[in-house]
């Protein structure tokens, strides 16, 4: 079974870095491809970035150059290290599996059903 916990969200000012960090409490995380989305308020949620079982990456135009997402197999944890925060990426930031083996074997992402509960990040001075 899929559980998924987010942390590392707070208060920062602009300019800061942030890490966030979701553990995937699943027997099988290493196959999981994983994703990072976010949801500002009044806004759809959308997605942040994604990194499949093999480590391959893709990032949302906004986050290319200023997010980088990782995964520790053996932690069953995958990261978002946001560095150069804006105000417009006050959001809460949720973590999710893609658990289908379709995914695995074709070394792709797909959003999962499987989401944690989020962590909130703001952005203020």
């Known amino acids: 079974q899929v559980q998924l916990v987010e942390s590392g969200g707070g208060l920062v000012q602009p300019g800061d870095s942030l890490r966030l960090s979701c553990v995937d409490s699943s027997r099988v995380f290493s196959i999981n491809g994983m994703g990072w989305y976010r949801q500002a308020p009044g806004k759809q949620r959308e997605l942040v970035a994604s990194i499949t079982a093999g480590g391959k990456t893709n990032y949302a135009d906004f986050a290319k150059g200023r997010f980088t997402i990782s995964r520790d197999n053996e932690k069953k944890t995958v990261y978002l290290q946001m560095n150069s925060l804006k105000s417009g990426d006050t959001a809460v930031y949720y973590c999710?599996?893609?658990?289908?083996?379709?995914?695995?074997?074709?070394?792709?992402?797909?959003?999962?059903?499987?989401w944690g509960p989020g962590t909130q990040v703001t952005v203020s001075s």
């Open positions: 999710n599996a893609d658990t289908n083996l379709e995914s695995y074997y074709s070394n792709i992402y797909k959003e999962g059903n499987h």
